[in-house]
């Protein structure tokens, strides 16, 4: 029996499928993985995702702080609300962890990190902060809820008490801010509109509840995953390790190297990986014919390179598989993946391979 | 709990076997594997003529969670296949006893059904392989 959400009974309740997710007892889906996806697509649906970790950050220097500790500049950040995707590396250059950190005030940022790199991302937020004195809390007492879809501002807008309403409607793509307690942020996972909603453990089964009854449906971790990767999102663990570096996982874009006098935590291994050359990439794959991608399988490029499936999947919204594989640098337009003892034609797509229910890529 | 209809055999690979009036039998994969499997993107069926020994692999459900094998639960030729499952998959899901057959063969020696297990067995032996 792993750790559980606030919101346990009510997966219970509504026919979830409960498997440990680091350490978590989690929904995998509630009856039908494709169904929930599609939903998401198409209509609204919503996660727990109470199992992440949420971290409060303050302190005079904390900008200082995050301007070093982490790849992407939070001088990007130059509005209250906005919310920055950035990895956080170690001196090699290789990703504890990817995440999102708010902006809220000059003395004060929120961070969402992943749930099992938890106890690493912790000890390493509190080594950095020492130098900057800043003051890392971790909020386990905040559950987190994402609603995510075409419909989904629409149906949390119905459900959110009016000064909520009036926060959570005028918020930007990207943005988020307090409501009371809550915050309410328009991000996500899925490639949808949505938001993702930080409040009180207390609050969250009667606002699970609301919004199931004004019909936001929920999904499970396997939907999520499928939905992920359509929308061209790296799953820690599986497309990226502290072993990897972002210039080798597709998330070169989330480095800010401007401007050159920022130094920050594995700045310099990366240059010089950059100047020497990157050996490997992170690309997207459709494979050609039917089947289902699936991690850790084999990749051939060519008459000699090799790489790997780091996530495979079957897409619902396109009914082919798709998925991530690292390979070789020079990999040009096709490969083969080897599946059950056959080499299979697959083709190197630049993801996303859907955004907002329509396919990005050629079929 | 899943569902086991007394009206057929079972295999150890979780094979339904249903006897027709022709000498025939049906295949497909019981309640309990297309549940464990979860929502079927594929199937791969046998083709007709083919010819099987008991518990060689001759079709191939895939699932986005796993791909599994599907048995030959005796021995024998493939009479028929269901085509309809190449372009609805999650019939296999949705009445896996019914609509969701896979395929038909004509048994070599009919005493190789007596080998399969009665729902009752195979309910004990759903359970002891929980454990």
Not at chain 1, 173 to 183: L, R, S, V, Y
Not at chain 1, 321 to 347: D, H, M, N, Y
Request: glycine content about 10%.
């Amino acid at each position: 029996m792993g750790s559980m959400t606030p919101l346990y009974e009510e997966h219970l309740a509504a026919g979830g499928k409960l498997v440990d997710f680091a350490g978590w007892d989690m929904p995998i889906h509630y009856g039908s993985q494709i169904e929930e996806h599609h939903t998401v697509r198409n209509a609204a649906g919503m996660f727990d995702v109470s199992h992440m970790t949420v971290v409060d950050l303050s302190g005079d220097r904390v900008r200082d702080y995050l301007r070093y500790l982490l790849a992407n500049d939070v001088s990007r950040l130059e509005s209250s609300g906005k919310a920055l995707y950035s990895c956080m590396l170690n001196e090699s250059g290789g990703i504890i962890d990817d995440l999102i950190v708010y902006y809220i005030k000059n003395d004060f940022f929120r961070m969402v990190v992943n749930a099992g790199t938890r106890a690493r991302d912790l000890a390493w937020l509190e080594q950095q902060a020492a130098a900057y004195a800043v003051t890392v809390t971790e909020r386990p007492d905040l559950a987190m809820v994402a609603i995510q879809g075409p419909a989904a501002r629409d149906r949390v807008l119905e459900v959110l008490a009016a000064g909520a309403r009036s926060v959570a409607g005028s918020l930007r793509p990207f943005f988020g801010a307090f409501a009371g307690d809550w915050f309410i942020a328009r991000t996500g996972y899925t490639g949808e509109d949505g938001f993702e909603i930080i409040l009180p453990n207390e609050a969250v089964v009667a606002f699970w509840q609301q919004l199931r009854t004004a019909g936001v449906r929920p999904v499970g971790l396997g939907a999520r995953d499928t939905l992920r990767l359509e929308a061209g999102m790296n799953l820690y663990g599986s497309d990226m390790d502290e072993s990897f570096t972002p210039l080798e996982s597709a998330l070169g874009w989330t480095v800010a190297w401007e401007p050159p006098e920022r130094d920050f935590i594995g700045r310099s291994a990366l240059e010089k990986q950059r100047h020497e050359g990157v050996r490997d990439k992170l690309v997207g794959l459709l494979l050609e014919g039917k089947g289902v991608l699936r991690n850790h399988q084999k990749v051939v490029v060519g008459d000699d390179g090799q790489g790997e499936i780091t996530s495979g999947s079957f897409s619902p919204t396109l009914q082919r598989a798709i998925g991530f594989a690292r390979v070789p640098q020079q990999t040009g337009a096709t490969c083969e993946v080897e599946i059950r003892g056959k080499l299979l034609p697959a083709r190197v797509v630049k993801p996303p391979f859907v955004r907002n229910g329509a396919a990005q890529i050629e079929l | 709990m899943s569902n086991i209809p007394v009206d057929r055999k079972y295999s150890r690979t979780h094979e339904w076997v249903s006897l027709n009036d022709d000498g025939t039998v049906t295949v497909g994969i019981s309640d309990s594997a297309q549940e464990q499997l979860g929502d079927m993107v594929f199937v791969e069926v046998p083709e007709v003529g083919q010819n099987l020994d008991a518990t060689e692999a001759c079709a191939v459900v895939e699932s986005v969670k796993a791909a599994s094998d599907v048995y030959a639960p005796v021995s024998g030729e493939i009479t028929a296949v269901n085509e309809g499952l190449t372009d609805s998959p999650e019939t296999v899901n949705q009445d896996a006893y019914g609509a969701g057959w896979i395929f038909r063969m004509q048994p070599a020696d009919a005493s190789e059904l007596d080998t399969l297990m009665d729902a009752e067995a195979y309910e004990s032996f759903l359970a002891s392989e929980a454990h």
